[in-house]
């Protein structure tokens, strides 16, 4: 039902739409629609994950011990997680508050270094990268759907959807033809010029999704997307960010407390006190 913008019928050029440099931010190659019949190449790996918010940091600014070590009787946020994610794959990772299942989001992301244990995208090791390139990685691979949206205030829906185009290269006017034909495909057109405070939580969500969508990341991460919404509204914003990302080939990883949230994916695996089971 979600066709690809660059092909919808509008007086834009789908060229025209495209920035010029660096064209593969804003137009990368598609990943392998995940059909669950085969056993498709891990985009996304973690192995031996550990993350100890709090056990070595005093000592090892005092000297006493280095960072990444990890001392008994400390309940680790992650412990010893391992995790694959095929190409075009949908994950969810459920689990109970405090059950380690965002700071493996975080982790897998890139968003946080885990105290040990690595993380690989399409055989990178992520976690060793500088924190710069773990930005333009997140910037040009990734896509991110939160809670609440995390659309910026003072900014339209349109210049919302535009910005991350305009951090990785785009000028304005590329940046917004393109963030038009996302509106337009996802039936949003008419919130174009609307700010966040003007728009309900569903129609908020629903700009995060373009927004999210619109880089072609390889990887979407979705964390409680529908948290905030009430359960007929989740299910349409978990029915658009599912048929978006395999339209684009796209895999997803959603964290979430909700069965329901979480049988729109293919898969389903449980987190319990930093365990994944």
């Known amino acids: 039902m979600f066709g690809n913008p660059q092909s919808s019928q509008t007086s834009r050029s789908p060229q025209a739409a495209q920035p010029a440099q660096p064209t593969q931010l804003v137009q990368p190659a598609q990943p392998a629609h995940y059909t669950g019949t085969a ?52 994950v969810a990772v459920m689990g109970p508050s405090g059950s380690g299942k ?18 690989t995208f399409r055989g990178t090791d992520v976690t060793h990268m500088s924190d710069a390139d773990r930005t333009k990685l997140r910037r040009s691979a990734f896509g991110f759907v939160f809670q609440s949206g995390q659309l910026l ?53 629903r700009i995060a999704i373009a927004r999210a969508l619109a880089m072609r990341p390889a990887v979407v991460f979705a964390d409680e997307p529908t948290g905030a919404l009430d359960q007929t509204t989740g299910r349409e914003v978990m029915s658009m960010l599912i048929d978006v990302a395999r339209g684009n080939g796209a895999a997803v990883v959603v964290v979430t407390h909700d069965p329901n949230v979480a049988a729109f ?3 389903t695996v449980t987190m319990q006190d930093g365990v994944l089971q």
């Open 265 to 267: 994916c293919s898969r």
């Open 153 to 205: 205030p003072e900014l339209p829906a349109i210049e919302n959807i535009a910005l991350p185009m305009m951090l990785s290269g785009a000028d304005y006017r590329q940046a917004t033809d393109v963030a038009v034909l996302w509106l337009e495909r996802l039936g949003l057109r008419a919130l174009a010029a609307q700010r966040p405070g003007e728009m309900s939580g569903g129609q908020m969500q």
């Open 102 to 119: 965002s700071t493996l989001l975080h982790a897998l992301a890139g968003i946080i270094r885990p105290t040990s244990g690595t993380v």
């Open 39 to 90: 056993a498709p190449r891990p985009i996304l790996a973690a192995t031996d994950l550990v993350m100890d918010y709090t056990a070595n940091m005093p000592r090892a600014q005092a000297g006493h011990a280095p960072v990444g070590t990890i001392y008994p009787g400390h309940t680790l946020a992650l412990n010893h997680v391992n995790f694959q994610l095929a190409e075009g794959e949908t």
